[in-house]
């Protein structure tokens, strides 16, 4: 059994994970509690391998081979590196989880999420985050975001507002089903906020000695 903690982070493309990872894990060691930051599709060798054909614009991949690769990808990720980590003690933050694969494949792409579920037990051997940020944020304003950045759409962020309207609604649907893990956080205020935010809501998680 896994003896660290694992805290996730979710939301729609432009919600600002990364962005979110990056300042956390700063003052996740600042405070005393240092993290391994994680992210998926990739981490090791084959899953880094398996991101870059899942983005790639220019290839054409069925629903039910993305779930696969997805999952196969998470699968390399858990025993090589995260559940390694994890049975060390680690604190791992990971950008992005199971929760993604529920709700872009499962409800993005129809598959079903009780489906793709199953496949990702599979996958994971169970494992479960301790913790899950999720980053609240319209369609329009992900979108917004993207635009922004100036870099080229993957192959997901290509896809249209209707598609990451089912996306957010079924990240909502998670996060009744399941309060004890999920804390939403309204991801359309200021990076700072964002962060104060998410280091109260993983506040219980870390050890005493980065509480006082």
Known sequence: MAAGRLITIEGIDGA??????????????????????L???????????IRALVKDPDLAIG????????????????????????QAGALVLLDRFVDSSLAYQGAGRALGVERVR????????????????????????GRARQDERGAGADRLEREGDEFFTVIAACYEDLARADPARFRVIDASQAPQRVLQAALGAVRDLLPSSALT
Request: without cysteine; charged residues 25%.
């Open 39 to 49: 992210r998926e599709p990739g981490g090791v060798e084959l899953s880094e391998r």
């Open 63 to 86: 629903s039910r081979a993305e779930a696969l690769l997805y999952a196969a990808a998470r699968a390399q990720l858990v025993e090589e590196l995260l559940l390694p980590k994890l």
């Open 118 to 141: 199953q496949v990702n037990l599979f996958a994971t051997g169970g494992l479960t985050a301790d913790r899950t940020l999720l980053l609240r944020i319209s369609p329009g304003s």
């Open 16 to 37: 600002g994970k990364t962005t979110l990872a990056v300042a956390l894990v700063r003052e996740l060691a600042r405070l005393g509690a240092p993290a391994e930051l």
